[in-house]
């Protein structure tokens, strides 16, 4: 069982009827609460993705172009994820098609960042990056009528 009240004491435990489930009640016995984690997953995240363009740089200056860099880096991540986590695709069957259209557009979202990091200006690439999540607020909500809080 996955519990929030790991997280915050306050709320019930809930069980979660998905078949990750297991790593996720596996995850809830790893996780430990801490104030800084955000701060430092945020700053690890922030940091990869500010140094990431370099080795794209020197693959394309050596005559890979950006979707065969892409289809290399992620095609490693993909060997070493299935060589860690091997059970992982025979429960990709059981999820919903909204979570492969998610996995989909996250995944054109990267090979376009590592495009146009090959293409464009390093720096305004990665400022257009960082601030996406400004452009997210008012797109959510004047198209999908979300309320801000």
């Known amino acids: 069982m996955f519990c929030s009240a790991i997280f915050e004491p306050q709320y019930q435990c809930v069980l979660l009827q998905s078949p990750t489930s297991r790593y996720l009640r596996i995850l809830s016995r790893i996780v430990q609460p801490a104030p800084y984690l955000p701060v430092l997953a945020l700053l690890i995240g922030a940091s990869t993705w500010g140094i990431v363009w370099y080795p794209y740089r020197l693959l394309a200056h050596n005559g890979v172009g950006g979707e065969w860099s892409a289809l290399i880096t992620y095609g490693i991540a993909t060997v070493a994820g299935l060589a860690l986590f091997p059970r992982s695709p025979r429960e990709w069957l059981h999820l919903p098609w909204l979570f492969l259209l998610m996995g989909l557009s996250a995944g054109i979202s990267n090979v376009a ?37």
């Open 113 to 149: 960042y590592i495009i146009s990091i090959l293409e464009g200006n390093v720096m305004r690439v990665v400022l257009l990056f960082y601030l996406a999540p400004l452009w997210t607020i008012p797109l959510a909500h004047f198209i999908l009528k979300e309320k801000l809080d």
